[in-house]
């Protein structure tokens, strides 16, 4: 549903990748169809469906350059307040000012100067520049600390209001609170619903969550 936060979860292999990769059009399916606005993406010209998604993913790519020169990759042409306001939008605003040259500090070959939560916030503010009303993610808090998880998980709740996300979960801690939970498993959906009505099932969703509760 549109202004909301889906999560696709299920054990490594289910097809919650490929699910995505359809769904940003990587891949065209061969049965059925996937809706944008009740009209079939493959309908949609290439260049207009790319201005209305964006990804994140969990092996974040950046540049040489600087902080500022990565988000800008978001929108060329945006201004400073507008850089600003998607980096704090990623809580990535009060890292960036801890530099020594704030948003104007270089962050090495392919961001290694920085940790892999501050990459992670970085990608996610580039996204967030270009504003598209779609927002695919993969498994984007699965290779961080703890606190930069918590720190993306209050980003994504804040985003949710005005934007459809849809996220890939390992950590099933980063999308307890999504409006609904697809469980995926052989290629096929076995569960589907809220995180507490999953539990209720006690079924693979639980069985995952048992495994990982300890977690974060």
Same mark, same amino acid.
């Given at each position: ?12 292999? $289910? #097809? ?8 940003? @059009?990587?891949?065209?399916? %061969?049965?059925?169809?996937? *809706?944008? !606005? ?76 920085? $940790? #892999? ?8 503010? @580039?996204?967030?520049?270009? %504003?598209?009303?779609?927002? *695919?993610? !993969? ?78």
């Amino acid at each position: 549903p549109e202004k909301s936060f889906t999560a696709i979860v299920g054990p490594s292999g $289910s #097809g919650k990748s490929t699910l995505l990769q359809l769904i940003s @059009r990587l891949w065209d399916v %061969n049965q059925g169809e996937i *809706l944008l !606005d009740d009209i079939n993406i493959n309908q949609i010209n290439s260049d207009k469906l790319c201005s209305y998604v964006s990804s994140v993913y969990q092996d974040v790519v950046l540049f040489s350059g600087t902080i500022k020169d990565n988000i800008l990759m978001g929108k060329t042409d945006a201004h400073d307040d507008e850089i600003i306001t998607a980096a704090k939008l990623a809580n990535a605003h009060e890292f960036i000012i801890q530099k020594p040259q704030n948003y104007d500090t270089p962050i090495g070959y392919g961001g290694m100067l920085l $940790s #892999g939560g501050e990459r992670q916030r970085l990608s996610l503010a @580039r996204t967030l520049l270009k %504003n598209a009303p779609i927002l *695919l993610i !993969d498994e984007a808090t699965s290779n961080i600390d703890c606190s930069s998880e918590v720190l993306i998980q209050q980003a994504l709740s804040l985003l949710s209001k005005d934007k459809t996300i849809i996220m890939i979960a390992h950590r099933l801690n980063s999308i307890k609170n999504a409006d609904n939970i697809i469980v995926m498993e052989n290629g096929k959906i076995a569960e589907q619903g809220k995180h507490a009505e999953l539990l209720a099932k006690n079924g693979l969703y639980a069985h995952l969550w048992l495994q990982q509760k300890a977690l974060c």
